[in-house]
């Protein structure tokens, strides 16, 4: 038997294709990003996400000269969401990145570590999160889940929940 993993995501060609709640969303990932500390890569990424509660909690990559010790925005963001508002479901996120040394044209998909924690509050929370994607200029990406971005993730009930 073969199974295949399919999904499809919307493309939009300028954030104001979109409605209010989501460029508001997508600026404050635009802004963010602005205040990354980013100074050994001078690639700055911005993470935004609507909170059931209407609120917009924003986060960026914060770096390290001991390079391994960085953390991307992503995770900076989800951590403090789950610090802060445990209970709250996650509605959206939006990720925007710029970079010193380029320009970038499309948007950048987040990386495996980021995704592996960004599923497990996907699935804790039991409903999807939609995701935007952007680069510094170009087409603007909505993915409908996190899941989509990690088919076949890592998932055990062997594992004990406390
Ligand atoms: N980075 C993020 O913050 N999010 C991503 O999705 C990919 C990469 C950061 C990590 C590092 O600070 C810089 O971008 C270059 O990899």
New binding site residues.
């Given amino acids: 038997m073969i199974k295949k993993i399919s999904f499809s995501y919307k493309i939009y060609n300028s954030v104001k294709d979109l409605n209010e709640l989501d460029q508001k969303l997508i600026e404050a990932s635009d802004q963010i990003l602005e205040k990354a500390y980013?100074i050994y890569?001078g690639?700055n990424?911005g993470a935004s996400a609507l909170l059931e509660n209407g609120e917009i909690m924003t986060a960026n990559?914060q770096?390290n000269m001991a390079l391994p010790s960085?953390l991307?925005?992503?995770r900076v963001l989800l951590y403090y969401c789950r610090a802060h508002f445990p209970d709250l479901v996650i509605k959206k996120m939006a990720?925007s990145v710029r970079a010193t040394h380029a320009i970038i044209k499309e948007p950048?998909?987040?990386?495996g570590a980021?995704r592996q924690v960004m599923v497990e509050y996907e699935r804790n929370q039991n409903s999807d999160i939609p995701i935007f994607l952007k680069g510094e200029i170009g087409e603007i990406y909505e993915l409908n889940s996190i899941s989509d971005l990690l088919p076949l993730a890592f998932k055990t009930d062997a594992l004990k929940r406390h």
Wanted: hydrophobic content about 40%.
């Fill in positions: 980013a890569s690639f990424v990559n770096e960085s991307c925005a992503e990720v950048i998909t987040p990386c980021c």
